[in-house]
T-cell receptor, first 114, second 115 residues
Framework: AQSVTQPDIHITVSEGASLELRCNYS??????LFWYVQSPGQGLQLLLK??????LVQGIKGFEAEFKRSQSSFNLRKPSVHWSDAAEYFC????????????FGQGTRLTINP | KAGVTQTPRYLIKTRGQQVTLSCSPI?????VSWYQQTPGQGLQFLFE???????NKGNFPGRFSGRQFSNSRSEMNVSTLELGDSALYLC??????????????FGQGTRLTVV
């Protein structure tokens, strides 16, 4: 069965600092991987996705993620965070058909210090 | 184009009642998936509908059911509500294309409170 682990429940960084959110997945075949962001009381917005090809994927809002098969990881990065990046971030893995049945990690809450 | 629309945004129901939530997918999208989000359990997959048929199902009791109409709009029903059903219910629409899959677009959710 698929599973996703986000080891960090809460991360605090200063505005302008770099960010890395960790995600480890368990899936027997080639995974479909996603990062979503959620602001309080809102739905989920897709930041980026990986299906195949280049293992470094670029997303919206200056985010990028790197797929490392050997480590079963798909970490999210941003070189310089902005106060508006404060939100909850979810990593998800999809089954072979893709995005219809997603398994989510528990989420990482990001706080930005001014 | 319009995004995924969920109605209503907020609901308060009494234990034992039933509730119906609605989701209108993005135009052209034929797959609708439903998720439950709670502080304790996180985001959990409920079920997916495509072409008016349930294609995938999560590990939820039979009190949770759904359906999809010919225009791809979907409804989710929860019968005999329990306090633990209080959650944010999210739906997501996607193209579910055969050769290559695409991302899921989420609605704003329906916040259900059971009292």
């Amino acid at each position: 069965a698929q599973s996703v682990t986000q080891p960090d429940i809460h991360i605090t960084v200063s505005e302008g600092a770099s960010l890395e959110l960790r995600c480890n997945y368990s899936y027997g075949a080639t995974p479909y991987l996603f990062w979503y962001v959620q602001s309080p009381g809102q739905g989920l917005q897709l930041l980026l996705k990986y299906f195949s090809g280049d293992t470094l994927v670029q997303g919206i809002k200056g985010f990028e993620a790197e797929f490392k098969r050997s480590q079963s990881s798909f970490n999210l990065r941003k070189p310089s965070v902005h106060w508006s990046d404060a939100a909850e971030y979810f990593c998800a893995v999809g089954a072979s058909q893709g995005a219809q049945k997603l398994v989510f990690g528990q989420g990482t809450r990001l706080t930005i210090n001014p | 184009k319009a995004g995924v629309t969920q109605t209503p945004r907020y609901l308060i129901k009494t234990r034992g009642q039933q509730v119906t939530l609605s989701c209108s997918p993005i135009s052209g999208h034929r797959s609708v998936s439903w998720y439950q989000q709670t502080p304790g359990q996180g985001l959990q997959f409920l079920f997916e509908y495509f072409s008016e048929t349930q294609r995938n199902k999560g590990n939820f009791p039979g009190r949770f059911s759904g359906r999809q109409f010919s225009n791809s709009r979907s409804e989710m029903n929860v019968s005999t509500l329990e306090l633990g059903d209080s959650a944010l219910y999210l739906c997501a629409s996607s193209l579910r294309s055969g050769a290559r899959n695409t991302e899921a677009f989420f609605g704003q959710g329906t916040r259900l409170t059971v009292v």
